[in-house]
């Protein structure tokens, strides 16, 4: 089997190489105008790899091939919506990306009003289904999410839309927060606010993945709570209250 083929273009020589399984890659200029000048270059592909992307580095023939026969697949194939989300979604995996898209466009809505929305026990899909199950949701707890969202994510994500929130940005609000000198356990009631909407949002195929997933909690000492001593009980009276 022939491992190449040239044909002249405007007096430049391109070549069409073909991999060992018999995918022949789109014709590729040699940059030559003479035939055996394209012939080196060409056998010097097969040995060292042909030129990727700026030129600087080199793909083997077989690795080309695979990626050419993937793409060629992906645009040949009737692929639907949720055929797409898991294409993205792997590439994220892999961090070759780190964007996100979503079906009917749902993925654009703004990532605080997205929020406010996840934690009114009124209007929340997640926290309907939750009582359904019997889990106890109580308005205090919405309420205390509300005003975190409001007071700190709300400053730093103003103008992202759910699928702009990558675990960069996660990461550094969260940097963000211990700089402010908020105790860890007190950052973990925050992230999760978040990081639980996240989730939702992914396992409802609004985002192709969890940027969440992967981030670290903080760990700390918490503050230890105890009944007060006979000499503490005896201080804490002798002080003179207004």
């Known amino acids: 089997m022939r491992k190449y083929y040239l044909h002249r273009r405007n007096g430049i020589y391109y070549a069409e190489i073909i991999s060992s399984s018999g995918v022949k890659l789109s014709a590729r200029s040699t940059g030559a105008r003479n035939r055996d000048e394209a012939v080196m270059t060409v056998c010097n592909w097969l040995s060292n790899g042909i030129p990727a992307g700026n030129g600087k580095t080199f793909k083997p023939v077989e690795q080309a ?27 994220r995996k892999r961090e070759l990306i780190d964007f996100s898209v979503s079906k009917a466009g749902a993925g654009r809505e703004m990532f605080i009003t997205f929020l406010l929305r996840f934690w009114d026990l009124e209007k929340s899909p997640y926290l ?95 503050v230890h709570r105890d009944i007060l001593t006979e000499k503490e009980t005896e201080k804490l009276f002798k002080i003179t209250w207004r």
């Not at 949720?82 to 792997?90: G, N, R, T």
Request: aromatic share 6%; glycine share 4%; charged share 25%.
């Open 65 to 91: 091939a695979t990626l050419f026969s993937i793409l060629k697949a992906i645009k040949q194939a009737e692929l639907g919506k949720d055929d797409a989300m898991s294409i993205v979604a792997a590439l």
């Open 128 to 222: 309907k289904d939750k009582i359904a199950h019997g889990h106890k949701i109580t308005a205090n707890y919405c309420r205390d999410a509300v005003n975190k969202i409001k007071y700190h994510w709300q400053p730093k994500f103003t103008n992202a839309a759910i699928n702009d929130v990558n675990r960069s940005d996660l990461r550094e609000f969260s940097n963000h927060l211990k700089d402010k000198g908020l105790a860890s356990n007190t950052i973990k009631n925050i992230m999760v606010i978040g990081k639980t909407a996240l989730k939702w949002a992914h396992m409802e195929g609004i985002i192709p993945s969890d940027p969440s997933c992967t981030l670290m909690n903080f760990t700390g000492d918490q």
